[in-house]
């Protein structure tokens, strides 16, 4: 019936689908420059007289009512070759400008910055994102699903910036190579976006509301070109790797071993929106480590993707699906196992059609799994204003099936097949998500389905949504992340904001959050409450109170401490209270802090303890130091339910990991990571250096060591340098 419920209120949404976009009236007209630029953050060439001036942004946070009080201005360009801009970003307080530091796709709220959001079809859907903070670090990224931004996608193009002392001047040239769009439209989409921190002061020059980022691709206004932009020409590049290693491992006593590899990547534009990538023997060693987690639930953690090779266009793949259901998560592709070779084709048919199509075969890991071959279908296709509906087909396949020892322990293939319609208002205020995917594994022909519909509504002052899940037992996405099976979901969720006449309190509001979890046949096995108050101050200060209650009713044995102590019996109850806080600290300051306190019960009638955050403190913009801490501590009593080796028990989880970033230019960078973790027995050490000695060329030093967490004995360790080259024909 919930259900159906989704299915009528998705109806009564499409009401608001068929619009004109919001700002469309708001346009920016783009000429040809009638002389050369030389991008070095000036503004004194006589090309940008002829160009036309875009101001008076409006105000998006704290308030979206009024014009923006900082002076912002932009100019547009361009000629055969790139697209230009240059933004001149006045200062109304003195003092110093905010900036974290100089590292590429910065903390977007730490920094006072200026960015430029393009979408070349015009579909208030996927697009790019350039930009820079005020001492020049630079920002890059596709946009998704309307305004998320992918940080990890990197391309080439230049940028400078100059300052004085009461403004900051931001020049680029984005190559049109770098760019993918459809020759002959001379329509885009564009908005441009700036934070000053000084004044908390973020604005847009095509009027954003406040509950919605910047990059928000509904709101965006019209780039008009005096002409169709100038096609790219052909556009291959190649990117070489060379790589030279050492590595030990201590714990099995082996000798050190030495490498010499070597592979790459190849970007071929098959249209000016449409790429082909291809990559042989690709190595990710230059990639930053996961930040670990405490893990004390029944279920997997997610670990996002970061491997630069499945990030572009990745979102036809990976947005597919929601949180917890997703048939296709690229980690899951070699994970443990070589990768040899692999190709993708990405991008736009024209304006309404999207396609991915990914093949990639993996080698053996030397420890019983064979090579693997991966091979991934996406097809979109625009629905009114800006929904979409897709397909996906994700087929996992096992290289000499025939030829495994033991065949049982390894599916000869595993594939998953879905539908999904994805709603998105004109307005960006209604969301929405239709999903319906089934599973084929071999000697599995029933209960391999699974159902997703949800709604939210993201208003000014009203948040209210609805969603459903049912996942079947025999579900299988071996190429996915799906940590549950076997059951049925009903969540809600309902908050409001109340904006006083404060000099001090920005907004206010309470929040009620509710899953209720079953099996298949009704069985209630889960169900949390969680309701909350949240206090936004004018300096972004936020504070965040919360409570509730959870319920589990456990369907299999399951170890609370997962330290691998004893487990408690399959089919008992646990009810517990928790009560909490959080604050986060205005990121104005160069010692910022959050801070998060969790206190209730646990499973067996324990109690569980929680504290949390991190403090960092910055030298502008050369040097940042944080510290991450999260305490856990679990105390069991005398509960019937628990077996002995728990009763009369506590344990401390302790998860603590300092971070030395230092960025002594935008274009040279050091990390240094320590991460100590008793609950997995592990102290990680990751130093990287970085020199980006051309545009998205890098030379890299990457050293790794792992100790045991109670002696400091050394397990592991490796020692990387890898140099890569970005050709472009």
């Known amino acids: ?99 974290e530091s100089l590292r590429r796709d910065f903390n977007f709220g730490r920094n006072d910055n200026f960015l430029l959001f393009l979408d070349p079809f015009d579909d208030q859907t996927n697009g790019f994102t350039f930009g820079s903070n005020a001492e020049g670090a630079q920002w890059d990224g596709q946009l998704f699903d309307g305004g998320s931004a992918n940080l990890s996608w990197d391309n080439k193009w230049i940028s400078e910036v100059t300052n004085d002392d009461n403004v900051w001047i931001f020049e680029m040239a984005v190559p049109f190579k770098t760019l993918r769009y459809k020759p002959g439209i001379t329509r885009w989409g564009i908005n441009f976006s700036r934070l000053d921190l000084k004044t908390t002061e973020k604005s847009a020059w095509a009027p954003v509301p406040r509950q919605f980022p910047t990059a928000s691709l509904a709101y965006a206004g019209t780039l008009v070109w005096d002409e169709a932009p100038p096609p790219a020409g052909l556009n291959v590049s190649l990117i070489p790797y ?36 291809l990559t042989i023997n690709p190595d990710f060693s ?52 070589p990768i040899r070779y692999g190709a993708r084709l990405s991008g736009k048919l024209d304006k309404n059609w999207r396609i991915g199509l990914m093949d990639m075969q993996t080698g053996a890991d030397g420890q019983g799994t064979p090579g693997q071959n991966f091979a991934v279908l996406a097809l979109q296709r625009q629905l009114f204003a800006r929904s979409n509906i897709s397909l996906l087909a994700v087929n996992k396949q096992t290289s000499d099936y025939e030829q495994l020892q033991d065949p049982k322990k390894i599916n000869r293939y595993n594939r998953n097949l879905g539908f999904e319609y994805n709603l998105l208002s004109k307005d960006n205020i209604w969301r929405g998500k239709l999903m319906y995917l089934k599973s084929f594994t071999p000697n599995i022909d029933d209960k391999d389905q699974s159902l997703v519909a949800s709604i939210q509504h993201n208003a000014k002052h009203w948040t209210y949504g609805l969603g459903y899940e049912n996942v079947g037992q025999n579900y299988r996405a071996e190429v996915g992340f799906v940590p549950r099976v076997n059951y049925q979901n009903f969540n809600t969720n309902l908050g409001y904001l109340f904006f006083p006449k404060s000099k001090t309190i920005l907004s206010h509001g309470p929040g009620f959050e509710h899953f209720n979890f079953f099996t298949p046949d009704g069985q209630q096995t889960d169900y949390e409450y969680f309701m909350s108050y949240r206090i936004n101050l004018r300096n ?58 969790r206190l209730g019960g646990f499973y067996g009638e324990g109690n569980r303890t929680r504290i949390s955050g991190e403090i960092g403190y910055r030298w502008q913009p050369y040097a940042a130091i944080t510290m991450r801490v999260d305490y856990n501590h679990l105390d069991f009593g005398e509960a019937a339910v628990l077996p002995a080796k728990l009763r009369n028990k506590n344990y401390d989880f302790w998860l603590v990991g300092p971070r030395i970033d230092l960025t002594l230019s935008n274009k040279l960078f050091i990390t240094n990571f320590i991460q100590y973790n008793n609950q997995i027995k592990n102290v990680n050490l990751n130093l990287r250096f970085q020199w980006r000695y051309s545009p998205a060329s890098d030379f890299f030093i990457v050293y790794t060591d792992n100790y045991l967490s109670d002696n400091l004995q050394i397990r592991n360790r490796a020692l990387v340098a890898k140099l890569t080259f970005w050709w472009n024909g």
């Open 286 to 337: 230059q990639v930053e480590v996961d930040q670990q987690q405490t893990n004390l639930d029944r279920f997997e953690l997610f670990f996002p993707e970061r491997r630069q090779f499945f990030i572009e266009n990745g979102d036809l793949f990976t947005n597919f699906g929601t949180r917890t259901v997703r048939p296709f998560f690229s980690r899951r592709i070699g994970l443990n196992a």
């Open 1 to 99: 019936m919930r259900a159906f419920h989704l299915l009528l209120l998705f109806a009564c949404c499409t009401t608001t689908l068929f619009s004109q976009k919001k700002n469309a009236q708001l346009e920016y007209h783009i000429h040809r420059a009638n002389g050369p630029i030389k991008v070095d953050g000036k503004a004194d060439e006589a090309a940008w007289q002829g160009a036309d001036l875009a101001t008076a942004f409006h105000m998006v946070l704290p308030m979206d009512t009024s014009r923006a009080q900082v002076r912002t201005e932009v100019r547009m360009l361009y000629d055969d070759q790139n697209l230009y801009l240059i933004a001149v970003n006045y200062d109304k307080l003195p003092g110093p400008y905010m900036v």
């Open 540 to 597: 972004r200060t936020d504070f965040f109170f919360f409570g509730g209650q959870d319920y589990v009713k456990l369907l299999r044995p399951f170890d609370p401490t997962n330290f691998g102590v004893d487990t408690l019996a399959r089919g008992t109850d646990h009810t517990w209270n928790f009560y909490g806080f959080n604050i986060q600290s205005k990121p104005q300051s160069v010692f910022t802090y959050n801070a998060n306190v």
């Open 242 to 277: 060379l790589l030279s290693g050492v590595s030990k491992d201590y714990a099995k006593k082996t000798a050190s071993k030495g490498n010499i590899d070597f592979g790459g990547d190849a970007k071929i534009a098959v249209t000016s929106a449409l790429n082909l990538d």
